[in-house]
């Protein structure tokens, strides 16, 4: 099983929706972190996360939302989902000391019509 | 706060030829330096990484990287490509202190041609 584990893989949804993209790890890392990638930009962090009760904006925060609900699971939310957030989403960890390597999951592909 | 360059969006090299892809970062404090490798259809994994020592820094599948602090760059190399090493490479930066999240390149997709 993975380390770090994305739900859904893949979804298609309307402009409008409000979707969920889970993550869940069982690497034992404090850090989790939420990152979008779209082709020719590379990785842009949404938000993250150092421990349960502190929650950290990224620098493309806006229109998104996230809640740490426990050490292992850390859920991004799209409110109102436009075609502008139609991109791959990816949740990584890290350990609390260290170098801080990165652990990603594989990936989310949210397709907003 | 600290940034990435990657100089090269997309190089093609054709099988066994040597490869360079480039990585230039800027920062005001001692820096942490990654190089990950996203193969088709997968997340991230890390290639290789420079932490402190020795400049020159050995990967997996025959990469290696050389930290260069007066050129603030931090270039990956190897020697012979394979079809397999076709992927997207992303070099990251994050501060020694790691209260800041790792800062990504934008990515240098390697298309390796048989």
């Known amino acids: 099983d993975a380390d770090v584990t994305q739900t859904p893989r893949n979804r298609i949804t309307k402009t409008g929706k409000r979707i969920m993209l889970e993550c869940s790890q069982t690497k034992g890392h404090d850090r989790m972190y939420w990152y979008r990638q779209d082709p020719g930009l590379g990785l842009r962090l949404i938000y993250y996360s150092f421990d349960v009760k502190d929650i950290n904006k990224g620098e493309i925060s806006d229109g998104y939302s996230v809640s740490r609900q426990a050490q292992a699971k850390f859920s991004l939310s799209l409110e109102s989902a436009i075609p502008n957030q139609t991109a791959l989403y990816f949740c990584?960890?890290?350990?609390?000391?260290?170098?801080?390597?990165?652990?990603f999951g594989e990936g989310s592909r949210l397709t907003v019509l | 706060a600290q940034s990435v360059t990657q100089l090269d969006s997309q190089v093609p090299v054709f099988e066994e030829a040597p490869v360079e892809l480039r990585c230039n970062y800027s920062s005001s404090v001692s820096v942490y330096l990654f190089w990950y490798v996203q193969y088709p259809n997968q997340g991230l994994q890390l290639l290789l990484k420079?932490?402190?020592?020795?400049?020159l820094v050995k990967g997996i599948n025959g990469f290696e990287a050389e930290f260069n602090k007066s050129q603030t760059s931090f270039h990956l190399r190897k020697p012979s490509v394979h079809i397999s090493d076709t992927a997207e490479y992303f070099c990251a930066v994050s501060s020694v202190s790691g209260n800041t999240p790792l800062v990504f390149g934008k990515g240098t997709r390697l298309s390796v041609i048989a």
């Open positions: 420079y932490l402190s020592g020795s400049t």
């Open positions: 990584a960890t890290s350990g609390l000391s260290g170098i801080r390597e990165l652990f």
